[in-house]
């Protein structure tokens, strides 16, 4: 399925929370709202990082659209309820973070 094929169940929202990619078809039916992207700190267009560079141009295609973007720049986002991170850096840290609270 495209997001052509839903274009019409997109309209009549005045706000989105996003954490992926980008929703020009969004902006099109609904430009007068907002729309909340989760980025991530360090995010940067011209990062040396290439989730920071993917992260950084879709904050600037999202500021460039017809609608009120706002960005959110977490520094960590921690799993709760059981479920482990996959890296084995981050599980340190989040072993570490939780010992301190």
Known sequence: MLLD?????LTGYD???FCLGIARLLATANPGSVFIYVSGAGSNADGRQMWARVK?????DLL????????????IIQ??????????LYRSIYTVAVAAD
């Not at 094929?5 to 169940?9: A, C, I, N, Y």
């Not at 460039?64 to 520094?75: I, S, T, V, W």
Request: glycine share 8%; charged share 25%; hydrophobic share 30%.
């Open 56 to 60: 950084g141009e879709t904050e600037n």
């Open 64 to 75: 460039a659209l017809p609608f009120d973007a706002y960005m959110f720049r977490p520094g």
């Open 15 to 17: 706000a989105c929370f």
């Open 5 to 9: 094929d839903v274009t019409d169940q």
């Open 79 to 88: 799993p709760l309820h059981g479920i482990r991170s996959k890296t084995p």
